[in-house]
């Protein structure tokens, strides 16, 4: 009854049996590779390479994708482990050697994971294969035994992924934004709907695409399946995101702005027929087969759209239908959205762009090789400001202090002191104090019941039949459990190996406690010593900064339609604001955030920023630069509005910098209202074009302050206090 009840309680915590069943694979997989090496071929280094290779590759390294994908890069990864173990083999003759070696590939290791998230999953098991084989003795002579025994492991543990109740594939990032993308065009044909006829249901489909649009969010996808690699895939990806959420803010601001009478014939209810339609279909051509996105039924409803633009009856002077010209510029700047979106699922799933669709520079990064693409990513973090550059430094930090520390101190199983420093050290200090207390008290358990085996049962033959059950029970049961459990039952585990491969009875287990100790120490003072906020300071100032950026994008837009440069240097410097503030806001959820930052609701902020920049290369798509030069009334009326945007801004991100901003509160939005400032130089030149761009001009700024009064409440700033009056 005990064990039925204590079975019923891990499988309680295990919904699906994912972890129990990776600790069965791990078990099998382990056990083959030590009894053959071992025993087999008796080699006490093949064993322990062999051991440490399974628990390195499929315990410490946490990949993305199905299991054949996993177990692609598990073979894939094999020469770079190859190189790691030469070179800690290598530089095992002096400890200052293998410290200073213990720096630079700690770094470079932890840092490589800017360009691709997978790095990110390998970069802990990289780290322990160099540690591993930095120690005495020094024996270059057995690196054929070395490599041979970790290549054994990495081919039996990928060959078991596939093969081994493989786990169940998770929602990937591409099936939300599949899904997000369904949901916003059921909510674009509401929309249309209620521009026309009464229909039921709409507020629960609105409800449901913005919670399909919010799951999209970098935050809420675990780090190894959300697209944050420098690569042209993942970066459309990103951009289909934002487009998305542009999307159905748009569509949210024409259904609030639906007639009291329906119109039966309103050019922008076409379009936004057109618009659902595309939408869904960019969104299936993500699916694995699914076809490609075909534009030209968008391009002719836009087309269309524009022909029919309301700017008055026979007289261009004439008092324009200013309702239906709000909307219908809404649903063109809709439009430009949805093209956006597909344009990004053909980059997403690896087509070449023609020069059409190649616009605004949005998608120009397509052009670039992944290296290329790569080394800007790299650029970017080489900051002081980054998140991700601090927590490499850090650990490198951390790790060469501990290998000088156990090569001093001349201790016999030293790998155990930089294994406690990669367990307990996090990229802030409240985390790893967090993680210090079950690792030392997990330890001190699990040293005194093995090093009570060892007094008791000497002989090897009982560690060698016990060895699968403590394998299971630190790869699977521990971790259920809890952290303490698991230190202490990977405590067991070490004990029993070593108990094979060196005997030293209750010595072992003291050493084990003694090494754990040691290196937990060594994480602790490195994260209070090193940026000890985490990531939760850069995000903040990260964030700081690209406010400030988007307000020049928004100064130099309008700017732009009046007659002067394009924003280009601009939209690069929001650009590479965005590298650094996206990444901070990855790290940040990872972390126990400090009190400044709790106070921020960062996905409002965020999002606040990322509105400006996709939906400003899409206005000067359809506006191009100098669209309104000549019309002064115009050009003051865009200037007053840019100016207020821009302080909004600028007291955002004093507000952000200092933790000290409100949470989102709903803004009404009406369409027409936000046209009274403009509504008296509508009849003031005889240009239909001249008018269609002050409009959608006027609407991006009117949206962008509904953004920021959505971040601070209306009386907060002069630019939230417009509260959609432009």
Same mark, same amino acid.
């Given at each position: 009854? =005990?064990?039925?009840?204590?079975?019923?309680?891990?499988?309680?915590?295990?919904?699906?049996?994912?972890?129990?069943?990776?600790?069965?694979?791990?078990?099998?997989?382990?056990?083959?590779?030590?009894?053959?090496?071992?025993?087999?071929?008796?080699?006490?280094?093949?064993?322990?390479?062999?051991?440490?290779?399974?628990?390195?590759?499929?315990?410490?390294?946490?990949?993305?994708?199905?299991?054949?994908?996993?177990?692609?890069?598990?073979?894939?990864?094999?020469?770079?482990?190859?190189?790691?173990?030469?070179?800690?083999?290598?530089?095992?003759?002096?400890?200052?050697?293998?410290?200073?070696?213990?720096?630079?590939?700690?770094?470079?290791?932890?840092?490589?994971?800017?360009?691709?998230?997978?790095?990110?999953?390998?970069?802990?098991?990289?780290?322990?294969?160099?540690?591993?084989?930095?120690?005495?003795?020094?024996?270059?002579?057995?690196?054929?035994?070395?490599?041979?025994?970790?290549?054994?492991?990495?081919?039996?543990?990928?060959?078991?992924?596939?093969?081994?109740?493989?786990?169940?594939?998770?929602?990937?990032?591409?099936?939300?934004?599949?899904?997000?993308?369904?949901?916003?065009?059921?909510?674009?044909?509401?929309?249309?709907?209620?521009?026309?006829?009464?229909?039921?249901?709409?507020?629960?489909?609105?409800?449901?695409?913005?919670?399909?649009?919010?799951?999209?969010?970098?935050?809420?996808?675990?780090?190894?399946?959300?697209?944050?690699?420098?690569?042209?895939?993942?970066?459309?990806?990103?951009?289909?995101?934002?487009?998305?959420?542009?999307?159905?803010?748009?569509?949210?601001?024409?259904?609030?702005?639906?007639?009291?009478?329906?119109?039966?014939?309103?050019?922008?209810?076409?379009?936004?027929?057109?618009?659902?339609?595309?939408?869904?279909?960019?969104?299936?051509?993500?699916?694995?087969?699914?076809?490609?996105?075909?534009?030209?039924?968008?391009?002719?409803?836009?087309?269309?759209?524009?022909?029919?633009?309301?700017?008055?009856?026979?007289?261009?002077?004439?008092?324009?239908?200013?309702?239906?010209?709000?909307?219908?510029?809404?649903?063109?700047?809709?439009?430009?959205?949805?093209?956006?979106?597909?344009?990004?699922?053909?980059?997403?799933?690896?087509?070449?762009?023609?020069?059409?669709?190649?616009?605004?520079?949005?998608?120009?990064?397509?052009?670039?090789?992944?290296?290329?693409?790569?080394?800007?990513?790299?650029?970017?973090?080489?900051?002081?400001?980054?998140?991700?550059?601090?927590?490499?430094?850090?650990?490198?930090?951390?790790?060469?202090?501990?290998?000088?520390?156990?090569?001093? =101190?001349?201790?016999?199983?030293?790998?155990?002191?930089?294994?406690?420093?990669?367990?307990?050290?996090?990229?802030?200090?409240?985390?790893?104090?967090?993680?210090?207390?079950?690792?030392?008290?997990?330890?001190?358990?699990?040293?005194?019941?093995?090093?009570?085996?060892?007094?008791?049962?000497?002989?090897?033959?009982?560690?060698?039949?016990?060895?699968?059950?403590?394998?299971?029970?630190?790869?699977?049961?521990?971790?259920?459990?809890?952290?303490?459990?698991?230190?202490?039952?990977?405590?067991?585990?070490?004990?029993?190996?070593?108990?094979?491969?060196?005997?030293?009875?209750?010595?072992?287990?003291?050493?084990?406690?003694?090494?754990?100790?040691?290196?937990?120490?060594?994480?602790? =003072?490195?994260?209070?010593?090193?940026?000890?906020?985490?990531?939760?300071?850069?995000?903040?100032?990260?964030?700081?900064?690209?406010?400030?950026?988007?307000?020049?994008?928004?100064?130099?837009?309008?700017?732009?339609?009046?007659?002067?440069?394009?924003?280009?240097?601009?939209?690069?410097?929001?650009?590479?604001?965005?590298?650094?503030?996206?990444?901070?806001?990855?790290?940040?959820?990872?972390?126990?955030?400090?009190?400044?930052?709790?106070?921020?609701?960062?996905?409002?902020?965020?999002?606040?920023?990322?509105?400006?920049?996709?939906?400003?290369?899409?206005?000067?798509?359809?506006?191009?630069?100098?669209?309104?030069?000549?019309?002064?009334?115009?050009?003051?009326?865009?200037?007053?509005?840019?100016?207020?945007?821009?302080?909004?801004?600028?007291?955002?991100?004093?507000?952000?910098?200092?933790?000290?901003?409100?949470?989102?509160?709903?803004?009404?939005?009406?369409?027409?209202?936000?046209?009274?400032?403009?509504?008296?130089?509508?009849?003031?030149?005889?240009?239909?074009?001249?008018?269609?761009?002050?409009?959608?001009?006027?609407?991006?700024?009117?949206?962008?302050?509904?953004?920021?009064?959505?971040?601070?409440?209306?009386?907060?700033?002069?630019?939230?206090?417009?509260?959609?009056?432009?």
């Amino acid at each position: 009854m =005990l064990g039925t009840s204590l079975l019923g309680r891990l499988r309680g915590r295990d919904p699906g049996d994912v972890v129990l069943r990776r600790a069965a694979r791990l078990t099998l997989v382990a056990s083959a590779v030590f009894y053959a090496c071992r025993y087999g071929a008796d080699s006490p280094m093949l064993a322990t390479y062999g051991l440490f290779g399974v628990v390195a590759a499929g315990s410490f390294a946490q990949l993305p994708g199905p299991a054949p994908q996993r177990a692609r890069i598990l073979v894939t990864s094999l020469p770079a482990v190859w190189a790691l173990i030469a070179a800690g083999t290598l530089l095992a003759w002096s400890t200052w050697a293998a410290a200073g070696g213990m720096l630079v590939i700690g770094f470079v290791v932890a840092f490589a994971g800017v360009a691709n998230s997978r790095l990110v999953g390998l970069a802990s098991a990289f780290q322990l294969f160099y540690i591993l084989a930095s120690f005495p003795p020094y024996e270059p002579d057995t690196l054929p035994e070395r490599l041979g025994g970790v290549t054994l492991a990495v081919v039996l543990l990928a060959v078991a992924e596939v093969v081994l109740w493989p786990d169940p594939v998770p929602v990937t990032y591409r099936q939300r934004l599949a899904e997000a993308a369904d949901g916003v065009g059921t909510f674009l044909d509401d929309t249309a709907d209620a521009l026309t006829h009464p229909t039921g249901g709409r507020d629960t489909r609105r409800e449901r695409a913005y919670d399909a649009v919010a799951a999209l969010a970098l935050s809420r996808n675990p780090p190894a399946w959300a697209p944050t690699a420098a690569g042209a895939q993942d970066r459309a990806l990103r951009i289909c995101a934002a487009a998305l959420r542009e999307v159905l803010a748009e569509a949210d601001r024409l259904a609030a702005d639906a007639p009291p009478e329906p119109i039966p014939d309103l050019a922008a209810v076409r379009l936004l027929r057109s618009c659902a339609d595309t939408t869904r279909a960019a969104g299936r051509s993500l699916s694995p087969g699914g076809p490609p996105v075909d534009l030209g039924g968008l391009d002719v409803a836009v087309g269309r759209a524009e022909a029919a633009y309301p700017v008055g009856e026979g007289d261009a002077r004439a008092a324009p239908d200013v309702p239906r010209l709000c909307r219908d510029a809404t649903a063109l700047a809709l439009a430009a959205q949805v093209r956006v979106l597909a344009v990004g699922t053909r980059v997403a799933n690896g087509s070449r762009l023609d020069g059409e669709d190649a616009y605004s520079g949005l998608f120009e990064y397509a052009r670039h090789g992944p290296w290329t693409l790569y080394w800007r990513q790299f650029r970017a973090h080489l900051a002081p400001r980054s998140a991700h550059l601090h927590s490499s430094l850090r650990l490198a930090v951390a790790l060469a202090v501990a290998r000088v520390a156990a090569g001093l =101190l001349q201790l016999t199983h030293g790998f155990w002191v930089l294994l406690a420093t990669l367990t307990v050290l996090r990229t802030s200090a409240a985390n790893t104090r967090t993680e210090l207390r079950p690792a030392v008290l997990g330890t001190i358990v699990g040293a005194v019941v093995s090093g009570g085996l060892m007094l008791v049962i000497q002989e090897p033959i009982v560690y060698a039949v016990a060895l699968p059950f403590t394998l299971m029970l630190a790869f699977g049961v521990g971790r259920l459990l809890g952290p303490v459990w698991q230190q202490a039952l990977f405590t067991v585990l070490l004990t029993f190996v070593f108990a094979q491969l060196a005997p030293e009875g209750w010595r072992l287990a003291a050493a084990r406690l003694v090494d754990v100790v040691l290196g937990a120490v060594i994480g602790v =003072l490195a994260g209070v010593a090193m940026w000890p906020h985490g990531a939760s300071r850069d995000l903040r100032r990260n964030a700081a900064r690209y406010l400030a950026a988007c307000a020049d994008v928004v100064e130099q837009t309008v700017q732009a339609v009046l007659g002067g440069p394009p924003p280009d240097r601009a939209l690069d410097r929001v650009r590479r604001s965005t590298t650094l503030v996206d990444s901070s806001y990855c790290q940040y959820h990872s972390e126990r955030p400090d009190p400044p930052s709790r106070g921020v609701d960062w996905e409002a902020v965020l999002a606040t920023g990322h509105r400006a920049v996709p939906a400003a290369e899409s206005l000067l798509r359809r506006n191009p630069p100098g669209c309104l030069a000549g019309w002064p009334a115009a050009a003051a009326l865009l200037r007053d509005s840019a100016g207020q945007l821009r302080s909004g801004y600028d007291d955002l991100a004093d507000e952000v910098a200092h933790g000290r901003s409100s949470s989102p509160v709903p803004v009404p939005t009406n369409c027409v209202d936000e046209l009274d400032r403009v509504r008296p130089l509508l009849g003031e030149v005889g240009s239909r074009s001249s008018i269609r761009h002050l409009v959608e001009v006027d609407r991006w700024l009117a949206g962008l302050a509904d953004s920021l009064a959505r971040v601070r409440p209306p009386g907060g700033g002069d630019a939230s206090s417009r509260g959609g009056k432009s």
